[in-house]
């Protein structure tokens, strides 16, 4: 636990803290070195008009408005622009409420990196070796703490966790530029789509002109003949009429035959109960009843024996119930698929004119019948009469025809609205489009599908449960320590994927899904957290935001 930030004792200034002239003060940064070119007497950087005399640089007081006669002591820790107004003896601002004009103590920390040490970190009795692993910074050895310089050690660690990282970086553009490349190829893959539709929907178009061209003209043709073909004639209608009939007497026969079959069982049942009766009947019994049925039934008896009776022949009853078919009976398409009607048998004597004086007969009566319609004279029946096989033709050839110009009409508008799709710097979300990828925390298995949607899925089983769909890309400043595996978002501006209007809540809104995206080697999908009720943050690694190798030091934002 750090000390009091009070002034370190005077014991300390005596032994440290007294500059002479021409020396450097203690914990002057290289870039503040020109302010502190000091013989007898200091200039305050942030208020030229006030000098001092070189003794009181470094003296444990603030003497300056800005701080900056102190670079190496706590003195001046507690100016700050936040602070309350309030009286600083021995200031000549007389106040805590103003800024110090030098970033802190520095540390040179040779063998590793320099860096300043906020002021209230010097003599605190506290080795602050992540900043200053010289341990300069407790030159007075407040409680008797003495920090040994450590910096090789740290900077040889620091500079192998420094090469690791920028080879992972290395690798982790290696394989952007490899995204880029492939992004690009999909782009000119839509792009020659586009192109090629375009040009197939041209031709398409003028095929399809061409077509309702011809169809008109059919349309015209048919509708404006003298002899039209109405339906199928009464040709037609009598073999369709004939064809009812003779199916309504098949299916009599049939029913009739199946009575008959029942009449003869009973009949050669009851001639048999007749025959055994005669025979077995007692003629010595005086019936009048029964001798009268007994000379009846002899007298049938020699009757039918006596009869000529045509046998019916079954198999050519059964030949005759068979249904109408090419190989049976009557072939009825023979006459359906006739396309000869009796109007055409009626006017088939213009086929004995001589071929030219039929042709201008014909033509001639077509463009009267075509003025007379078209004045209103004689009525137009064509739009009452079913369209001619000819006309059907032309109908699907040009619908056909129409059907694909939209269907590729439809596929370039598509095409056209995902090359004007935002895709990134570079277009390099392409290359992730549609891809997945998943991790576990908790009891849930989370998933992110680019440029899609968000989900979740129970590991007790059950369906995913949607937790945002895809909407835009967004910048968002990041603010976290880096983490030593490098699986972080660290510190500057980070793209944001928004992912929105999810499956809703209990009780609560739809969810949705924040993707925040760092430089990693592979896509990772890193931590998942709900900041809120259903409002959710990811961090995913990726070599999408990756930028170029930067030297340590300087700070380069992420896409």
Same mark, same amino acid.
């Given at each position: 636990?750090?000390?009091s930030?009070?002034? =370190? ?44 005399p070189? $003794? ?20 001046c ?8 107004e ?36 010097? !003599? ?8 200053? +692993? ?6 007075? !050895? ?8 450590? +910096?090789?050690?740290?900077?040889k660690?620091? #500079? ?22 492939? $992004?690009?190829e999909?782009r ?40 039209? !073909? ?14 009812? #009939?003779?199916?309504?007497? #098949? ?46 039934w ?14 019916? !022949? ?16 009557i072939?009825?398409?023979?006459f359906?698929?006739d396309?000869?009607?009796d ?18 007969l ?28 000819? =006309? ?8 056909? =025809? ?18 004007e ?29 680019w440029?899609?949607?968000? $989900? ?37 501006? #980070? ?9 809703? +809540? ?28 259903? =409002? ?6 990726t ?17």
């Amino acid at each position: 636990m750090r000390q009091s930030p009070a002034l =370190v004792l005077l014991g300390i200034v005596a032994r440290n803290g007294i500059v002479t002239a021409g020396s450097l003060p203690r914990g002057v940064g290289p870039e503040f070195v020109k302010f502190y070119d000091i013989k007898d007497t200091f200039t305050c950087i942030g208020h030229p008009s006030i000098t001092i005399p070189a $003794s009181r640089v470094n003296d444990n007081s603030c003497d300056c408005p800005d701080g900056t006669d102190e670079p190496g002591t706590a003195a001046c820790a507690l100016l700050d622009h936040l602070s309350p107004e309030q009286p600083l003896p021995g200031s000549l601002s007389g106040t805590t409420n103003t800024t110090n004009a030098l970033p802190g103590f520095w540390c040179a920390n040779e063998g590793h990196i320099g860096a300043y040490v906020p002021f209230m970190y010097v !003599n605190d009795g506290v080795c602050d070796y992540e900043l200053c +692993c010289d341990g300069s910074e407790e030159y007075g !050895n407040v409680g008797g703490v003495k920090c040994e310089n450590k +910096c090789a050690e740290i900077g040889k660690e620091w #500079r192998r966790v420094e090469k690791e990282r920028k080879d992972n970086l290395e690798r982790a553009n290696k394989r952007r530029r490899t995204m880029v490349k492939e $992004s690009k190829e999909f782009r000119r893959r839509v792009e020659a789509k586009i192109a090629s539709l375009t040009e197939e929907i041209k031709e398409l178009e003028a095929k399809r002109d061409e077509l309702k061209a011809k169809l008109d003209e059919v349309e015209r043709q048919e509708r404006f003949k003298v002899v039209k !073909n109405e339906g199928p004639g009464k040709l037609g209608v009598l073999t369709g009429l004939a064809k009812t #009939r003779v199916n309504e007497l #098949r299916d009599t026969l049939s029913k009739v035959m199946g009575e008959r079959n029942q009449l003869m069982a009973k009949v050669q049942e009851l001639e048999g109960i007749l025959t055994e009766f005669k025979e077995e009947y007692n003629p010595n019994f005086n019936d009048e009843g029964v001798k009268k049925a007994v000379r009846a039934w002899e007298d049938y008896a020699a009757k039918k024996a006596g009869e000529v009776q045509e046998q019916l !022949n079954e198999i050519d009853v059964q030949e005759v119930m068979k249904e109408d078919s090419e190989e049976s009976g009557i072939n009825w398409k023979e006459f359906e698929e006739d396309e000869t009607t009796d109007t055409d048998i009626l006017y088939s004597f213009e086929a004995y004119l001589p071929g030219p004086l039929r042709e201008f007969l014909h033509s001639k009566i077509n463009l009267l019948r075509i003025w007379l319609i078209e004045n209103g004279i004689l009525a137009d029946a064509g739009s009452e009469r079913s369209e001619s096989r000819l =006309v059907k033709a032309a109908r699907e050839a040009h619908d056909s =025809v129409a059907n694909e110009v939209n269907s590729k009409r439809r596929t370039l508008e598509e095409q056209q609205r995902d090359l004007e799709k935002d895709y990134g710097k570079d277009d390099i979300f392409r290359y992730l489009k549609g891809k997945c990828i998943t991790t576990e925390a908790g009891e849930y298995e989370y998933e992110l599908c680019w440029l899609d949607k968000t $989900s979740q899925k129970s590991k007790k089983g059950g369906g995913k449960t949607n937790m945002g769909n895809f909407e835009r890309f967004d910048f968002d400043e990041a603010d976290e320590e880096e983490r030593h595996d490098g699986k972080g978002l660290g510190r500057g501006k #980070r793209v944001v994927l928004r992912y929105e209007n999810g499956q809703g +809540c209990w009780n609560g809104p739809n969810r949705k899904t924040d993707v925040w995206l760092a430089c990693a080697e592979k896509e990772e999908l890193w931590r998942v957290s709900e900041l809120e009720k259903c =409002v959710y943050k990811m961090e995913v690694g990726t070599p999408a935001v990756c930028e170029e190798v930067v030297e340590p030091g300087h700070v380069k934002d992420e896409l």
